[in-house]
């Protein structure tokens, strides 16, 4: 059974920082492209972040550019979030998704709450 399970969610203040961890279990982790999504109240789930299966390459949403950092551990099954200067609008639940094909995620974990405060 695969199992995406995130963790690291909270309360911060604006400017803050936040690490968010996926731990995926059944699945060959090291095969897969994985990426950060995120749903803010009353939007539709947004891209934020992935790290590709084979080549190490990251790419970011642009409002998330230079403030985020996605990075895996192959070896533990675990791909991490970092956030710093984090925004308000940074606000949302946080789900980290797993895809075998380009833009195919076919697994979620159920997502963990980032409340940014100013």
């Known amino acids: 059974q695969v199992q995406l399970v995130e963790s690291g969610g909270g309360l911060v203040q604006a400017g803050g920082s936040l690490r968010l961890s996926c731990v995926g279990n059944?699945?060959?982790?090291?095969?897969?492209?994985m990426a950060w999504f995120r749903q803010a109240p009353g939007k539709e789930r947004e891209f934020v972040a992935d790290?590709?299966?084979?080549?190490?390459?990251?790419v970011y949403a642009d409002s998330v550019k230079g403030r985020f950092v996605i990075s895996r551990d192959n070896a533990k099954n675990t791909v991490h979030l970092e956030m710093n200067n984090l925004k308000p609008e940074d606000t949302a639940v946080y789900y980290c998704?797993?895809?075998?094909?380009?833009?195919?995620?076919?697994?979620w974990g159920q997502g963990t709450q980032v409340t940014v405060s100013s």
């Open positions: 059944g699945i060959i982790f090291r095969s897969y492209t």
């Open positions: 790290s590709s299966r084979s080549s190490g390459i990251t």
């Open positions: 998704a797993a895809a075998l094909r380009a833009a195919s995620y076919a697994y």
